[in-house]
């Protein structure tokens, strides 16, 4: 049975760091790529970020240049640096892989919601003023 589960989640104030994790399990075979996503209530899932081999990552614009992806598949976790945290940064995070070769984008380079077929259940950023 696939695995993902979230960590790291929190309250935060503006200009502050976190780092989130995620940790799978259950693969019979290696995710191919591996992402990040948002959603605040009653919005669309939001693209945060990927990685794929070779550390090929992809970035929503919104994040570029403040949060970092990272994998270690040594110990089947995924990690997500977050810098300089804006309000709008507030959302429930939740991982997500995929064992298929290849990756989606969106125009602007962010991960689409519907290239994942595993999901974790979600950890909450809170960043406030």
């Known amino acids: 049975q696939v695995q993902l589960v979230e960590s790291g989640g929190g309250s935060v104030q503006a200009g502050g760091s976190l780092t989130l994790s995620c940790v799978t399990s259950?693969?019979?075979?290696?995710?191919?790529?591996m992402a990040w996503f948002r959603q605040l209530s009653g919005q669309e899932r939001e693209g945060v970020a990927l990685?794929?081999?070779?550390?090929?990552?992809r970035y929503a614009a919104s994040v570029i240049g403040r949060f970092t992806i990272s994998r270690d598949d040594t110990k089947n976790t995924m990690s997500l640096k977050m810098n300089n945290l804006k309000l709008e940064d507030t959302a429930t995070y939740y991982c997500?892989?995929?064992?298929?070769?290849?990756?989606?984008?969106?125009?602007?380079?962010?991960?689409?919601?519907?290239?994942?077929?595993?999901w974790g259940q979600g950890t909450q950023v809170t960043v406030s003023s």
């Open positions: 997500a892989a995929d064992t298929r070769v290849g990756f989606q984008t969106t125009s602007a380079g962010a991960p689409v919601a519907h290239d994942y077929t595993n």
């Open positions: 259950g693969f019979t075979q290696r995710p191919y790529r």
């Open positions: 990685i794929a081999p070779s550390n090929i990552t």
